[in-house]
């Protein structure tokens, strides 16, 4: 399990992308990349991590799915995916 403050920390990343969201692209339209650069760091969507919903990992995280691969292992061996059932041939 991630510490609860890097995931609180990208959660603020995620409030603060979208806040500034439309000024950003209008800053864009305009090519203003002098007032573009006044803006918060964390105002760059390509701050944000993706995170597993379950355990908060980073690494290995399954769009689809939104987990880490280990969550998704342990969850489709349950049976607790829907959908999703181990292949075999």
């Known amino acids: 399990m991630a510490k609860t403050a890097w995931i609180n920390r990208n959660e603020r990343k995620r409030a603060t992308v ?3 969201a ?3 692209a209008e800053l864009k339209a305009k090519k203003d990349y002098a007032a573009l650069a006044q803006l918060p760091r ?3 969507p390509t ?3 993706n995170r ?3 355990t908060g990992r980073r690494r290995a995280f399954i769009r689809r ?3 880490s691969r280990l969550t998704f292992r342990e969850l489709a061996s349950q049976g607790l995916i ?3 059932t181990k292949s075999s041939w």
């Open 18 to 20: 979208k806040k500034y």
């Open 82 to 84: 829907p959908g999703v």
């Open 22 to 24: 439309a000024r950003r």
């Open 52 to 54: 597993c919903e379950v």
């Open 42 to 44: 964390d105002a760059s």
């Open 65 to 67: 799915f939104r987990m």
């Open 47 to 49: 701050r944000v991590v």
